[in-house]
């Protein structure tokens, strides 16, 4: 039996689990916190930090693994890239890709070679030519250290600096224009640098503008939007040299104008890849995983269905105790995932969340009604 070692402990990489346990794989799941879901359900739990390139290579070794899968978080991408320049793995970009796509400082200096739009960057001397502006880690995620900025609070502008760092692995951050619009992702799968399967998904924040927790699969977005999107993806996969499989964007439009914020070649969390299946029918995880196992069969056939489902984290704006949910209007709840227990010390958003929901609707106009309504915080009750 071939082995595989996933590197995420996370709920969010509990579908890539399943998948590769379904197909037959022995797979041993590494991680820090033994508090995690994997960590606890999974009989092949290893803890360590896999931040640590050499610890992971030393496993790799001692337990014969065969392939190493990242999870949904981009230091399991970046470990398994730095594993890759020593010793080769699977679907994996080079060092240097990897770096200049997960560092938002490389890659938008890269993005305005190219002629990728991104939003205009500053030094902490130049900021003074666009307000407002935005500071955040170079190298963070779900709007940790992120702080937006008016002309009236130019003073507090060493103070966001010093919070980004704070959030930042390098103790870096990125100073850049504040751009006003829509946020989209845009989950592509390529082969050859060119887009074999794609959705656009529309994403919002209820409990933190930075930190997205309502999301569906937007059928209805702009034709033309979605060709230029596209074309700046296939340029980035061509100009990087990346290999088949996922790269997903995401990025903030206005009118016709459009500008990338951020990009990965990992696995969205908080189950969006159950979002993509439950809506279209498309293989997202196995469509994600197979590249990683040396496998060049990636179903990139016709999605199956249409159908109209939310996805919906609930979280808190301030931290709270957990008591219950209750929903204000009748939800078809397909499923939801309990991350908070009852009497528990909720964080805000994003160092805490309550669960996990989707949701079906019966056609586009009941699925944008529903998803108001908890963009507006006012579906359900808490506590």
Not at 115 to 132: C, E, K, L, M
Not at 151 to 159: P, T
Not at 351 to 357: A, P, Q, S, W
Request: hydrophobic letters at 40%; proline letters at 4%; glycine letters at 8%.
């Amino acid at each position: 039996m071939q082995r595989v070692l996933l590197l995420d402990t996370n709920y969010s990489a509990a579908p890539i689990y399943d998948y590769l346990v379904g197909k037959g794989y022995e797979v041993f799941v590494g991680g820090g916190n033994p508090n995690d879901f994997l960590a606890r359900t999974v009989e092949k739990y290893l803890q360590f930090d896999y931040s640590d390139v050499a610890r992971t290579l030393e496993l790799v070794d001692s337990r014969q693994i065969g392939f190493v899968v990242p999870g949904c978080n981009d230091q399991s991408y970046l470990t398994c890239a730095r594993i890759n320049a020593e010793r080769g793995l699977f679907g994996l970009d080079s060092l240097e890709a990897t770096e200049t796509i997960n560092n938002k400082e490389k890659f938008r200096s890269f993005a305005n070679s190219i002629g990728i739009p991104v939003p205009r960057v500053f030094s902490p001397q130049d900021t003074g030519a666009v307000w407002p502006i935005i500071v955040k880690p170079v190298d963070a995620y779900s709007g940790r250290g992120v702080s937006v900025l008016n002309e009236s609070q130019a003073d507090e502008l060493s103070g966001a600096i010093r919070r980004a760092q704070e959030f930042s692995r390098t103790r870096a951050c990125i100073i850049e224009a504040y751009v006003d619009g829509s946020l989209f992702s845009h989950s592509a799968f390529v082969s050859g640098g060119e887009i074999q399967r794609d959705f656009i998904v529309a994403e919002h924040g209820s409990a933190n503008p930075f930190v997205v927790d309502t999301s569906w699969v937007d059928s209805g977005f702009s034709a033309d939007l979605l060709r230029r999107v596209r074309q700046n993806v296939s340029s980035m996969a061509r100009a990087l040299g990346l290999v088949n499989g996922l790269i997903h964007t995401q990025f903030i439009a206005k009118d016709d104008s459009y500008w990338f914020v951020e990009v990965t070649r990992r696995c969205p969390g908080d189950l969006y890849a159950e979002l993509i299946e439950r809506t279209t029918g498309f293989a997202y995880v196995e469509s994600y995983v197979k590249g990683f196992l040396g496998r060049d069969d990636i179903p990139f056939g016709e999605a199956a269905g249409a159908n109209h489902v939310l996805r919906h984290t609930i979280s808190v704006p301030e931290e709270s105790i957990f008591r219950s949910v209750e929903f204000k209007v009748p939800v078809r709840v397909e499923k939801y995932v309990s991350l908070s227990l009852a009497g528990d010390t909720v964080k805000a958003s994003p160092f805490g969340r309550v669960g996990l929901v989707f949701a079906r609707a019966g056609s586009q106009e009941e699925l944008i009604s529903l998803a108001r309504l908890a963009i507006n915080r006012e579906l359900y009750f808490l506590n």
